[in-house]
């Protein structure tokens, strides 16, 4: 049995109040330039949903292996809201960069659940550094916008479905 959804029944995180508080940025040292760049691009992206420079707290981790247990520090002080973890691993010689990718996806997408706070995940995966640079910045676009664009929505969502 198919039922007819109407227009007025979705309800999106596309539009509406931002709740206030401040939003973790928590972001890996390792290739730097390309993690500066992911930085940048959820800053801008931030800034424009309507949050201001000192609602954001910019942490920065050793790599990706550490963001899930700094995001986990963070998510746990009541005043953030919400976070967007940013990393880059560029797969090498060996699998090493499928088991750092598959626990830390994992471990992100687990604290989320735990905590109820939108994280926005941002943890680059490339096979090459071509690709990485094309991911920030580059002609693939930013994901480190992505990633707070995807965090700002479910703010936004989850003070409707409050």
Same mark, same amino acid.
């Given at each position: ?13 596309? %539009? ?14 390792? +290739?730097?330039? !390309?993690? #500066? ?8 992206? $931030?800034?424009? %949903? ?15 292996? /550490? $963001? ?12 953030? !809201?919400? %976070? ?8 090498? /010689?060996?699998?090493? #960069? /499928?088991? !750092? +990718?598959?626990?830390?996806?994992? %471990? !992100?997408?687990?604290?989320?659940? *735990? ?11 490339? +096979?090459? $550094?071509?690709?990485? $640079? ?7 676009? +930013? *994901?480190?916008?992505? @990633? ?9 969502? @989850?003070?409707?479905?409050?």
């Amino acid at each position: 049995m198919s039922t007819e959804v109407k227009s007025g029944d979705e309800i999106t995180g596309l %539009a509406g109040e931002l709740p206030r508080g401040t939003v973790a940025i928590v972001a890996s040292r390792y +290739n730097a330039g !390309i993690c #500066d760049a992911l930085v940048q691009g959820s800053v801008e992206t $931030l800034t424009e %949903a309507g949050f201001a420079a000192s609602d954001l707290k910019i942490v920065r981790v050793p790599g990706a292996w /550490e $963001l899930p247990l700094v995001t986990a520090e963070l998510l746990d002080q009541p005043a953030v !809201i919400g %976070a967007v973890t940013l990393g880059c691993v560029i797969k090498g /010689e060996t699998t090493h #960069d /499928e088991h !750092i +990718n598959r626990a830390v996806s994992e %471990a !992100i997408m687990q604290l989320g659940l *735990k905590t109820r706070k939108p994280i926005g995940f941002g943890l680059l995966t490339c +096979n090459t $550094l071509e690709q990485a $640079l094309q991911r920030s910045g580059g002609t693939v676009g +930013n *994901k480190g916008n992505e @990633a707070a664009e995807a965090m700002v929505e479910l703010l936004r969502l @989850a003070a409707k479905l409050a």
